[in-house]
C-alpha cells in the first residue's frame, strides 16, 4: 500500500507540474498591468508538488529502510543483512531510486523558488515557474514511463541480491545527495534565466535574485566532488585521486560552467555588463547537469560507477536533453537581439578579468566535453580510443595555467576601468612568489613539469587570494568579500596539494612475509600478522602493519581484502595514517605461492590538501551567501523602514496643521 | 527444444576449453606483476607509462589501478621489458599493435583521433576570437566615448 501511496504522489506530482507549467505560461499572456486569473496556481502548484515528490522519495526510503522485498527494486538492490545506513543509502545506489532523488530535488528547488521569492515582477516569475514545470515534467515521464521505482514483483523475494560492495560505504550518503543537489539547484538557474529571458527582465536585481541559487548550486557541487574524489581515493584502494573517469568528468562539467556562471552573475548584479553571457552560461551550466545525468543514466559509459545499463532509458534522457537544451537555445537565439548588451568596461578592469577567466574555464570545459564524448562518438563507429590524463592535464593545462595567472590578478583590479600600475607591486610580488618557487623546487630535483608550474601557482595564488584585503579596515570587509579570499585560497592549497601528490609521492609494492619491514618515505612499516575477520556481510583477510616513523612509537593500520558474499565480489580497504604533511596509504593484496604478502604502500606528501582546500572553496561560497543575504534582508528591512516613515510623515502631514502663508 | 540442444552442446563443447582459462586464473601472478623494479630510475618510467595504459578488461581503469589478473601481466610485460632496455614509447607501440589503439590513454595523431588535436587548437582560436571582439572592441568604443 505503501508504495502505492508513493506512486500515486509522482502522478499526481506530474499533474501538478502540467498545471504549474499552464499556468506559468498564462501569467505571459496577462495585459501589462493586469494579472491572468490563471496565472494565480502556479506557484501552489509548485509547492504541493514539492511536498508529493519528496513524500514519494521519503515513501520509497522507508520501503529500503524495512526491505520490503515485494519491491522489485528493494529486491534486486538490497538485503536483508545489510547494515542499516547502508540500506538507507542504498536507496539511491540504483538507477531508479537516484532518479526519484533527483527529482526529489528538482521539485523542493522549484517548491522553495516558489514559496519564498517574492522580488521578481509576477511575468518574470510566470515565466520561470513554467520553465521549471516543464523541466520537471520530462523528467516525471521518465520516472513513470521508464523507470518506475515503486514496481512490485509478482510474487515477493525471499532475499535480496544485495548492494554492490564499493558502494557500501559512508561516501554513497554523502557523494550523490550532495552532487545531486547541486546538479538540480542549477536548474532553478536555468529556469530563472529563460524566464528572464523571455520576458526581457535581465537587470542586476533579476541577477540577485539569481545569485543565491547559483552559489548554493556550486556549493555543493563542489563539496559533492571534493567528497567524491576522496571517497574514490580511499575506497578504490589504488591511491589515484582523479582518474579522469567520464563519470567523475560528468561532474566536474557543470561546475566549472557554475564557476563561470557564478562570476557571471556577480558581475551581472554588481555592474550590469554581462547580460547575455549570463543568460548563456545559465543554460549551458544545466545542459552539463542534464548531459552528466545522461552520461551517468544511461549506462552509455562502461565504468565502475554507471550501474545502470539499459538503452531505452538512454534514447528517453537524450530526447529530454536535446529538448530542453535545443528549445533552451532557440529561445536564446530568438529572444537574445533584445536584451541589451550592458554596460561596457575595459580590459583591464575586474569585468575584463572575470570576462577572460569564464572563456577560459569554457574553453576547459569544451577540452572536457570533447574528450569525454570522443571515445563514445568513435566508438559508434567501431573505432575504439582511450582518452585518458595523458591528453586531458597537458590540454587543460593550456587554458588552467593563464586563468589561474589572471585569478591572481583580477580580484584587485577595479571596476570598470583600471591600470596596470596602480598594483605594479602586487603584480610584481605574485610574479617573484611563481617564479621563486618554482626555481627553489628545481633546485632539489627533476620532476614533471604540471606539477612544478602547479607549484609555484599555488605559491602565488597564495598570496595573491589575500591582496585583496591589504590597506582595508578587516571588521569592515563584506562577508562576501571574505567567501572570495576563502575560496580563491582554497583553489591555491587544493593545487598545492595536487602539484605536492604528482611530484612527490613514493610508492613501495613488495611482497612480504610476516615480520618482514619496508622503507618508505621516512616510515619503517612492519606486517606483523595477517588474520582472518568477519564482518556483518563479508570476510576478510587483515593485515597488521607497524609503522614507526623515525624509529618512534608504533601506530597500527590494518588494511583488509574483503570479500563480500551478496552479491559476491572482493573489495580491497585501504587503511590510511595521516599526518599534517602528508598521508600514508596501505593496501593489502593477494598471498603469494611461497607464504609471502603482497603490501602496497604509498607516501602521498600533502595529499590531503587537495580536499582541504576543496572544502575551502565550498566554505568560501557558503560564506558569500551568508553575506549576501545578511545585506539583501538588511537591504529589505531598510526599504521597509523607509516605506513605513514616509506613510507615517503622510499620516502626519494630513493630520499636521497647514503652515500659515 | 533444439536451441536448448544447442545451448548444451556448446557448453559442453566450452567445458574442456574452460579448465585451462580456470587453471589460468589461480596461477600465481606473474614476478613483476605485484613487485618493482630495483632500480628506482627504471621502476618510475615503468610506473609512468603504466598509468597511462587501459586495463582491457576492467572499466575505466589503468593498468596501474587493477586487481585484474590481465593488467597484472601487462605490467609484468611493462616493467620486464624496462629492465630489459626498451623505451617505453617502443613498449606503448609494442601494445598497440597487439591489442589497438584502445590500450593506450595517450591518443596519437592518426586518421581517427585528429579530432581531438585539431578541436583544442580550434578552441584556441575562437577564445582568442573572443577575447578580442569583448574586449578589444570596448576600448574603442570607450574611446569613441570619450572623443
Not at chain 1, 572563456?359 to 570533447?370: R, W
Not at chain 1, 601528490?501 to 606486517?527: K, N, W, Y
Not at chain 2, 618510467?45 to 572499466?59: G, I, N, S
Amino acid at each position: 500500500m505503501i508504495a502505492e501511496i508513493g506512486l500515486a504522489a509522482l502522478w499526481l506530482a506530474a499533474a501538478l507540474a502540467v498545471l504549474q507549467m499552464v499556468s506559468g505560461a498564462a501569467s505571459l499572456r496577462a495585459a501589462p498591468g493586469e494579472s491572468n486569473p490563471l496565472a494565480i496556481y502556479a506557484r501552489p502548484a509548485a509547492v504541493v508538488q514539492a511536498f508529493l515528490a519528496v513524500l514519494a522519495f521519503l515513501l520509497l526510503l522507508r520501503a529500503f529502510a524495512v526491505t520490503d522485498l515485494s519491491l522489485k527494486l528493494v529486491a534486486t538492490n538490497s538485503h536483508s543483512m545489510k547494515p542499516f545506513i547502508y540500506k538507507l543509502t542504498g536507496t539511491w545506489g540504483n538507477h531508479e531510486g537516484s532518479m526519484l532523488l533527483w527529482v526529489g530535488v528538482l521539485a523542493a528547488s522549484g517548491g522553495l523558488l516558489a514559496a519564498f521569492e517574492k522580488r521578481l515582477p509576477e511575468r518574470t516569475m510566470g515565466a520561470t515557474l513554467a520553465v521549471q514545470g516543464f523541466v520537471a515534467l520530462g523528467f516525471y515521464a521518465f520516472l513513470l514511463l521508464s523507470s518506475n521505482p515503486f514496481e512490485r514483483l509478482p510474487i515477493p523475494a525471499v532475499e535480496g541480491n544485495g548492494l554492490n560492495p564499493l558502494l557500501q560505504d559512508i561516501g554513497l550518503a554523502i557523494h550523490p545527495p550532495t552532487l545531486y543537489a547541486g546538479y538540480v539547484g542549477l536548474s532553478v538557474a536555468f529556469s530563472l534565466a529563460m524566464g528572464a529571458l523571455m520576458t526581457s527582465e535581465v537587470n542586476p536585481a533579476f541577477a540577485r535574485v539569481m545569485r543565491p541559487w547559483v552559489l548554493g548550486a556550486w556549493v555543493l557541487l563542489t563539496l559533492g566532488i571534493t567528497a567524491g574524489s576522496y571517497w574514490a581515493y580511499y575506497e578504490l584502494g589504488w591511491g589515484g585521486w582523479w582518474f579522469w573517469d567520464p563519470v567523475e568528468n560528468a561532474s566536474l562539467m557543470p561546475w566549472l560552467a557554475a564557476t563561470a556562471l557564478m562570476h557571471s552573475v556577480s558581475v551581472l548584479a554588481a555592474r550590469d555588463a554581462l547580460r547575455t553571457w549570463t543568460i548563456m552560461l545559465g543554460v549551458l551550466a544545466f545542459s552539463m547537469s542534464m548531459l552528466g545525468t545522461f552520461l551517468v543514466r544511461s549506462g552509455v559509459l562502461t565504468s565502475v560507477h554507471a550501474f545502470a545499463v539499459d538503452p531505452e532509458r538512454g534514447a528517453f534522457i537524450l530526447a529530454l536533453l536535446g529538448l530542453y537544451i535545443g528549445g533552451a537555445f532557440t529561445i536564446f537565439a530568438l529572444c537574445a537581439g533584445a536584451v541589451a548588451e550592458g554596460k561596457r568596461f575595459a580590459v583591464t578592469s575586474r569585468e575584463g578579468a572575470l570576462v577572460f577567466n569564464n572563456v577560459m574555464l569554457s574553453a576547459i570545459l569544451a577540452i572536457v566535453l570533447l574528450g569525454t564524448l570522443y571515445p563514445l562518438l568513435t566508438e559508434a563507429f567501431n573505432v575504439r580510443v582511450s582518452v585518458g590524463p595523458p591528453y586531458f592535464n597537458p590540454a587543460g593545462a593550456i587554458f588552467a595555467i593563464p586563468m589561474l595567472l589572471v585569478m591572481a590578478v583580477g580580484p584587485l583590479l577595479r571596476w570598470k576601468s583600471d591600470s596596470p600600475k596602480r598594483i605594479q607591486f602586487e603584480l610584481m610580488l605574485i610574479a617573484a612568489l611563481v617564479i621563486g618557487a618554482i626555481a627553489l623546487v628545481s633546485f632539489f630535483g627533476r620532476f614533471p613539469l604540471l606539477p612544478l608550474l602547479g607549484l609555484g601557482l599555488a605559491a602565488g595564488l597564495a598570496v595573491a587570494a589575500f591582496l585583496p584585503l591589504r590597506g582595508r579596515n578587516l571588521k569592515r570587509v563584506p562577508v562576501a568579500t571574505w567567501g572570495m579570499v576563502v575560496a580563491h585560497f582554497g583553489i591555491a592549497v587544493s593545487l598545492f596539494g595536487m602539484a605536492c601528490e604528482g611530484a612527490f609521492s613514493e610508492e613501495r609494492l613488495a611482497a612480504v612475509a610476516p615480520g618482514g619491514t619496508e622503507q618508505i618515505g621516512g616510515f619503517a612499516v612492519t606486517l606483523e600478522a595477517v588474520t582472518p575477520i568477519a564482518g556483518p556481510n563479508w570476510t576478510a583477510m587483515e593485515a597488521r602493519l607497524a609503522v614507526r616513523q623515525d624509529g618512534g612509537e608504533p601506530v597500527f593500520l590494518t588494511p583488509q581484502a574483503r570479500s563480500f558474499w551478496s552479491p559476491p565480489q572482493s573489495t580491497s580497504e585501504s587503511a590510511l595514517l595521516t599526518r599534517w604533511n602528508g598521508q600514508l596509504y596501505a593496501v593489502i593484496g593477494n598471498q603469494a605461492e611461497d607464504g609471502r604478502w603482497q603490501i602496497r604502500i604509498w607516501w602521498k606528501p600533502f595529499v590531503t590538501f587537495i580536499w582541504y582546500g576543496g572544502l575551502l572553496v565550498g566554505l568560501g561560497g557558503i560564506l558569500s551567501i551568508v553575506g549576501r543575504m545578511r545585506v539583501d534582508l538588511k537591504r529589505r528591512s531598510a526599504s521597509a523602514k523607509g516605506a513605513q516613515r514616509r506613510a507615517d510623515i503622510e499620516a502626519l502631514g494630513v493630520a499636521a496643521p497647514q503652515p500659515a502663508e | 527444444m533444439i536451441r536448448w540442444m544447442i545451448a548444451a552442446l556448446l557448453a559442453l563443447i566450452a567445458l574442456p576449453l574452460a579448465v585451462p582459462v580456470l587453471g589460468q586464473d589461480s596461477m600465481p601472478p606473474a614476478p613483476y606483476a605485484y613487485n618493482q623494479l630495483d632500480d628506482p630510475r627504471l621502476e618510475a618510467e615503468a610506473a609512468a607509462l603504466m598509468q597511462t595504459l587501459r586495463c582491457l578488461k576492467c572499466q575505466s581503469q589503468s593498468i596501474a589501478d587493477s586487481d585484474a589478473p590481465m593488467a597484472g601481466d601487462m605490467r609484468h610485460q611493462v616493467r620486464a621489458r624496462i629492465l630489459a632496455g626498451e623505451s617505453p614509447e617502443a613498449i606503448r607501440g609494442w601494445l598497440i599493435a597487439r591489442y589497438g589503439d584502445y590500450v593506450s590513454y595517450e591518443p596519437a595523431v592518426s586518421s581517427t583521433t585528429w579530432p581531438l588535436f585539431a578541436t583544442p587548437v580550434l578552441v584556441i582560436l575562437i577564445v582568442v576570437g573572443v577575447l578580442v571582439r569583448r574586449l578589444g572592441k570596448r576600448r574603442d568604443d570607450d574611446a569613441e566615448a570619450k572623443a
